[in-house]
């Protein structure tokens, strides 16, 4: 039986997981060098909606339409995924960016986004955690589902500012090999 209060710290927890997802792209490309392709880019998008739909059952309690959010974004994030594989599956097609414990970031966000999905549907299966919406207690109540949140906050705007240097307002380059807004700095002193 998933309670309310049982609902928010899953909830809290799988806003860390996408969180750590987000971050492990990050730190790759911040030390690997290895810029994020515009399909790359766009499974980050995926996983923030996901994040979205994760931190409104933090802030106003789990509701089957923020249940329905995630589902949507997983989707989304995991159509990109698989388009992805599948461009890079044929021999001698290539790869981008470097494996990960055997599989490429795509990969592993395909199969992510696939445990969103199960996941997500299996709390839409537990009624009990919508009772009492209104007394259930908020965000700010837990230090697990406050911490969860503003992580997230953070890497869903450092990922932004990134592709903003990456891509700067235009079209972003496939495949990048630097950052567009810092060269254009760079260039014009």
């Known amino acids: 039986m ?3 209060e049982l609902s928010r710290t ?3 927890i799988g806003l860390l997981a996408v969180s750590l997802v987000l971050l492990l792209a990050f730190v790759y490309q911040l030390t690997l060098y290895e810029l994020p ?3 790359c880019l766009l499974q980050r998008v995926g996983f923030v909606a996901v994040g979205v739909g994760l931190g409104l059952n933090l802030l106003y309690g789990a509701r089957p339409q923020h249940y329905a959010l995630m589902l949507i974004a997983a989707l989304y994030g995991g159509s990109v ?3 992805q594989i599948l461009l890079h599956i044929v021999p001698g097609t290539g790869h ?3 494996p990960m414990l055997g599989l490429h970031y795509y990969t592993w966000a395909a199969i992510c986004f696939f445990l969103i999905l199960l996941g997500t549907a299996v709390m839409l299966l537990f009624d009990r955690q919508y009772a009492d919406a209104l007394d259930q207690p908020r965000f700010g ?3 697990l589902a406050k911490t969860a949140f503003f992580i997230m906050l953070g890497l869903a705007v ?3 500012g990134s592709t903003l240097l990456e891509c700067g307002p235009g079209i972003c380059a ?3 090999t630097s950052y567009k807004v810092i060269d254009e700095l760079g260039s014009n002193n």
């Open 81 to 83: 995924s698989v388009r």
């Open 37 to 39: 392709c515009p399909l």
């Open 10 to 12: 899953l909830n809290a």
């Open 141 to 143: 109540e837990s230090t």
């Open 158 to 160: 450092l990922n932004a």
């Open 96 to 98: 981008y960016g470097s």
């Open 174 to 176: 496939d495949p990048p």
């Open 2 to 4: 998933i309670t309310p």
